[in-house]
């Protein structure tokens, strides 16, 4: 049983439930990402995603009513995505309007809007159907179509994985990849978009180079309820054929984390949407082992949290950097100021995913009666794991609250707590694959390994992971120099 | 309060006619609930208990015009607004209220005193009924008119009746008979008194009947069944009186009788409690939106404590589980203080975060700990009685909690205002610079404004653990923590206001639910209506934007007039830390 979890996690099957989960962060994502960059982040992403699921339930659902069966099956979809569009972009004009025109809190007006969502939507749908849990059966929608890749990619050997990822993948999903696209034209390569970011730099000194800063702020909102819009469509036609009192289920907050983690750029935001996708769909894989189906489901807001923390603690770092930057001048050495900085997010991610065990451990000790029939002694699981993600956080906290100790005297000590770390996360990792390969066919022959060389390989393979990371990061130029900065004469 | 110097005279006449207007609402609620009789009064028991709450809600009443002055006038005008908005919307939801007369099962029977001559292909003959359903919604093709041709011979009386169903369907029915040539030869919409009498099937008046008509001529007939065309005065008048049903039920149901008053009074003490929280927040200009977590961990907490040493005296059990709902609450609100204060880490999104956890880690505790074995879903025993709230009006839910909630009210007044941590907090409220350099220690207060306030909100979880529910259950709080915000955001973050907002709000949701079960009108009206206030309370400019509209706008550059510390301010540079 344990196997089978472990196998669904490294299949193309589960690389294609990634894509698909992701999409309905990814789009209001870029949505939050757009608003934010402008300098009006938009909090109602939420209640916009759900009016246009809702919009788009109820349009392609009656549009067989409208023109008839055949007519009506066809233009459906496009009818619900286009009206839920619309819908959305609507909401985020009331934000717009609230907050710019009538200089309502964008942050309150925001929140009012994720109340409006959620309530409009529900009474409605009360309303056209006597419920208030779902349409599923009185206000059936069309499900976006799903886009099939040509046959013969899957007869070539390495395509073929990629096929299984993306052929059968919603019209939704692949418009979400495009958008990153778009986005990143929009904001980097239009006049529109190079607006846009002054105004989220700097609203005064937009308004003084000529740039109308309210109409580039309406537009910025209009087109973060586009995405949103977008977002909730799919949530509601892409994979269900049904609205879900609240089916965002914090979609649109968790979208307003991932530009922090993207680093403010759609590249980024997709990266950190996949991240997401991928807790969310490993929380739906857990959930067929035995243990309690929160923990789990936990994790995605357990990750934005933790991100929260990453980005702010990188933030401010960043700004440390500059200050010294410009105050050291010809003597600032970039490569090593680089390098700390990129071992520091391998010391943050280290610890931060030791708090993941910490909450399993804290899980075990509130309920241990969830966890018997995967583990035997769930008091002493608990322990153990709980005094190892202690002893992985203990080992990185002291390069976390100070960044300056992973160069100069203590850089070997900061390199041993990075690897030592990595030995284990990559370790116990490589230990689970095994477990799960182990009997399969690889080739013409059957994997078979006793447990000890799975131990052996799995955690030699971990430790020879942990020091190339470590000196890929930014070790080698710590080695080089004996963790110190260069000296320039 | 501002004081006029030469005023003082009009202070006293504004003190006295708010002190009016509460004794007004207290007389007009009390008398509501009891019908104005008092031998009904002094038959309920625990009335004096009743009479206490009335005047305490009177003085929120008093409170609430003397803090806010001219305020409470924008409030008020802000609340019947949106009001109003949900008004049109329950019209707009009962715009088929007519509908009913066009709808439903009907049944047309077909009586002579001759005999029929046997023609094939009929669809009725003498003694035979025929049944079909007006306008079903749920139909793919509804039916609008139906006819059936029966056979008859020249000189039979037939007597035609159209009626519904069942007692409860509405339709409005109407009959024509017509010749083979399409003449009409006879038509009913409407019943008589005397008819009705006569045949049993007829139930009401809308029914039609064409009673002992003689067949001109031997041949083929038919009888046309439909209901009757809605004039557009029905239309309107459906809908405006379904929605007063709904709206009297929404605006005046929570004072029907004392069971539905405690409703909204048991409502009101965690609505309030909760108002305070998020007020606490809200004043240093935090958007933590964790209350909703906070008091979970309340509900827990004291669930467990009032679970485990239900044996123990009263008196110990219930402080003890107050007091650690609050420190569950203050801890849970410090973690998102303290990554906001040292780490720049975006409040709003860490509480929504947190909350979700602390709903799932609920969830689960309550699920594999506390459930009994033999459960048959989700939720703990009834706690031991010692472990619960006394009630001090029988039969209610309303429990000593009211007494809690006075201390809360008292509480969060004195911490905003009268110690120096409130003081703090107003400061960086007002603004958070401006208080840095005058040396406020801001990283520490937003930290512990963030604490306190998860403090005050698992209070009022301990609340709806050993108040309402008595056991934990699954989704016990259904968001009550977000309601919250309207309830602050009215009382402008004035504990002493937060009473009255409390009650008003919670007003509107008792009212909602008795709107939902009296008149079906969704209970989300409400909600609605409370996105409404929200956007209209926090519209600073609405006033001047009416005003200007009618201004011709200068030829200016139009600068962005937000306060320059909203935007994308997500993360407000925390600048030389000693962190990195």
New interface residues.
């Given amino acids: 049983m344990f196997e089978n979890v472990i196998e669904g996690i490294f299949s193309a099957a589960f690389l294609a439930a990634i894509l698909r989960v992701t999409t309905p962060i990814l789009l209001p994502s870029l949505g939050a990402l757009i608003s934010?960059?402008?300098?009006?982040?938009n909090?109602g992403l939420e209640g916009i995603m759900l009016v246009s699921a809702f919009t788009g339930v109820v349009f392609s659902a009656y549009a067989r009513d409208w023109f008839g069966a055949d007519t009506g099956t066809t233009i459906g979809p496009w009818l619900g995505l286009v009206m839920g569009v619309l819908l959305g972009v609507l909401m985020a004009l009331l934000l717009a309007f609230?907050?710019?025109?009538?200089?309502?809190?964008?942050?309150?007006?925001g929140?009012?809007?994720n109340?409006?969502g959620?309530?409009?939507t529900?009474?409605i749908m009360?309303?056209l159907t006597g419920d208030?849990g779902n349409t599923q059966g009185s206000l059936d929608s069309m499900k976006m179509p799903f886009i099939q890749l040509p046959d013969f990619l899957a007869d070539i050997p390495i395509v073929s994985f990629f096929f299984k990822i993306f052929d059968n993948q919603s019209v939704m999903t692949w418009i979400a990849f495009i958008a990153v696209g778009l986005v990143w034209y929009v904001m980097y390569r239009t006049p529109t978009g190079r607006h846009m970011l002054a105004v989220?730099e700097n609203?005064?000194a937009a308004?003084s180079v000529g740039i109308?800063?309210?109409r580039v702020?309406y537009l910025a909102l209009a087109i973060s309820g586009v995405l949103a819009g977008l977002g909730g469509v799919h949530m509601s036609m892409g994979y269900l054929a049904f609205y879900q009192r609240d089916m965002t289920a914090?979609r649109g907050?968790?979208a307003?984390?991932t530009p922090?983690l993207g680093g403010g750029n759609p590249i980024g935001t997709a990266l950190a949407s996949l991240i997401f996708g991928f807790f969310d769909a490993i929380s739906t894989r857990i959930g067929s082992l035995e243990i309690?189906s929160?923990?789990p489901?936990?994790v995605p807001?357990?990750a934005?949290?933790m991100a929260?923390?990453i980005?702010?603690?990188q933030?401010?770092?960043g700004?440390?950097v500059r200050t010294l930057r410009a105050a050291e001048g010809e003597q600032f050495d970039v490569h090593y100021w680089s390098a700390i900085r990129r071992l520091s997010v391998l010391h943050m991610f280290m610890a931060m995913t030791a708090v993941l065990g910490i909450i399993v451990a804290v899980?075990m000790f509130?309920?241990?009666?969830?966890f018997t029939k995967v583990i035997d002694d769930v008091t002493a699981s608990g322990i153990m794991i709980a005094i190892l993600s202690l002893v992985l956080i203990g080992i990185n906290l002291p390069f976390i609250?100070?960044?300056e100790r992973i160069g100069q005297w203590q850089w070997w000590a900061s390199a041993g707590a990075a690897i030592a770390s990595l030995w284990v996360y990559v370790g116990l990792f490589m230990m689970l694959f095994l477990v799960a390969a182990n009997g399969q066919q690889v080739g013409s022959s059957t994997l078979d390994l006793s447990d000890a060389t799975i131990a052996l390989i799995g955690m030699g393979a971990g430790l020879v992971a942990g020091i190339l990371i470590w000196l890929q990061l930014g070790g080698q130029y710590l080695l080089r120099n004996g963790g110190h900065a260069a000296v320039t004469a | 309060m501002r004081l006029n110097p030469q005023g003082f005279s009009r202070k006293i006449v504004f003190l006295v006619f708010s002190v009016l207007i509460g004794a007004a609402v207290t007389y007009a609620i009390t008398y509501r609930i009891f019908d104005g009789s008092v031998d009904l009064m002094k038959d309920t028991p625990d009335y004096q208990s009743v009479l206490l709450i009335n005047t305490l809600i009177g003085a929120s009443v008093t409170l609430f015009v003397i803090e806010l002055r001219w305020d409470a006038l924008r409030v008020t005008l802000t609340v019947i607004v949106a009001l109003l908005i949900g008004y049109l919307m329950t019209a707009a939801f009962n715009l088929d209220a007519a509908n009913r007369f066009i709808q439903g099962e009907f049944r047309v029977t077909l009586e002579s005193d001759g005999t029929a001559p046997d023609v094939e292909g009929m669809d009725v003959e003498y003694g035979a009924a025929r049944a079909g359903d007006f306008n079903n919604p749920d139909h793919k093709e509804p039916l609008k008119k139906a006819a059936y041709r029966f056979a008859g011979t020249e000189g039979d009386a037939v007597t035609i009746l159209a009626f519904p169903t069942r007692q409860n369907i509405e339709v409005d029915l109407q009959l024509a008979l017509v010749d083979e040539s399409g003449k009409t030869l006879a038509k009913s919409d409407s019943v008589s008194a005397e008819q009705l009498e006569a045949h049993r099937d007829l139930n009401s008046q809308k029914d039609a009947a064409i009673e002992a008509f003689v067949l001109p001529a031997d041949g083929v007939y038919t009888i046309q069944v439909q209901p009757e065309e809605l004039t557009l005065n029905q239309k309107i008048g459906e809908t405006l009186s379904k929605t007063k049903v709904a709206y009297n039920a929404f605006l005046l149901g929570p004072l029907d009788r004392v069971l539905r008053w405690s409703f909204w009074i048991q409502d009101a003490i965690t609505l309030i409690i909760l108002g305070l929280s998020i007020a606490l927040v809200f004043r240093a200009e935090q958007f933590s939106l964790g209350a909703e977590g906070q008091l979970y961990f309340g509900v827990l907490v004291s669930g467990i404590v009032a679970l485990k040493f239900g044996d123990a005296p009263k008196e110990l059990v219930v402080p003890v589980a107050l007091l650690s709902a609050a420190t569950a609450g203050f801890l849970w609100g410090l973690l998102p203080g303290a990554l906001k204060a040292y780490l720049g880490a975006n409040e709003l999104v860490s509480t929504l975060m947190l909350n979700t956890i602390a709903t799932r880690f609920y969830e689960m505790v309550l699920t594999f700990e506390l459930k009994p074995d033999d459960a048959g879903y989700v939720a703990s025993s009834w706690f031991p009685n010692k472990g619960t709230l006394t009630p001090i009006v029988e039969g209610t839910q309303i429990t000593l909690a009211i007494y809690l909630l006075i201390a809360v009210v008292l509480l969060t007044w004195l911490i905003m205002f009268r110690t120096p941590i409130g003081y703090e907090i107003r400061m960086i409220g007002a603004n958070i610079k401006f208080a840095d350099y005058g040396g406020v220690n801001t990283k520490r207060t937003i930290m512990l404004a963030m604490a306190i306030s998860g403090a005050v909100a698992g209070l009022a979880g301990a609340h709806l653990a050993m108040g309402i529910h008595r056991r934990l259950i699954l989704n016990i709080s259904m968001g009550l923590a977000f309601e919250g915000v309207v309830v602050a955001l009215l009382a402008r973050n004035n504990p002493l206001v937060a009473p009255f907002t409390g009650l008003l709000y919670s007003y509107l949701r008792t009212g909602a639910r008795f709107m939902e079960s009296d008149a079906n009108v969704s209970f989300e009206v409400v909600r609605i209506i409370q996105s409404i206030i929200i956007l209209l309370i926090t519209a600073e400019a609405l006033v001047t934007f009416f005003r200007r509209r009618r201004i011709r706008r200068r030829g200016t550059v139009e600068l962005d007039g937000a306060p320059p510390d909203i935007p994308a301010q997500a993360h407000p540079p925390v600048e030389g830390t000693a962190h990195v």
């Fill in positions: 934010d960059r402008t300098g009006v982040i909090i609230f907050h710019l025109r009538l200089k309502a809190d964008l942050i309150l007006s929140i009012a809007l109340f409006l959620s309530a409009v529900v009474a009360y309303e208030r989220g609203p005064e308004a109308r800063v309210q702020r914090g907050f968790i307003l984390a922090y309690p929160q923990l489901q936990m807001y357990l934005t949290v929260l923390v980005y702010a603690l933030s401010q770092l700004s440390r899980s509130s309920a241990p009666q969830g609250l100070h960044v």
